[in-house]
């Protein structure tokens, strides 16, 4: 029997805040409101899935300034 091993991509919350240039004090003040994308804390340790990140962008795309962010 063969067990696969998927590789599960995490960022560290500098280096989302990076990837989309905000503060990371962003992301933390998000975290707190409950805004943003789902995140895991382990510890003190906080990541974010690679998968739950491009779920986030993609649920926040729009075609135009005049929708409506849910």
């Known amino acids: ?22 503060s990371p004090r962003t992301l933390e003040r998000w975290r707190w409101l409950g ?3 789902p995140f895991i804390k382990i510890g ?6 690679q998968e739950d990140i ?3 962008e993609a ?7 005049a929708e409506v962010t849910p």
């Open 1 to 22: 029997m063969s067990v696969e091993t998927v590789a599960i991509k995490h960022l560290r919350q500098t280096n989302l805040a990076t990837r989309w240039n905000l």
């Open 35 to 37: 805004e943003g994308p």
């Open 44 to 49: 003190g340790r906080v990541v974010y899935r």
């Open 54 to 56: 491009e779920a986030y």
């Open 59 to 65: 649920g926040r795309r729009k075609a135009s300034t």
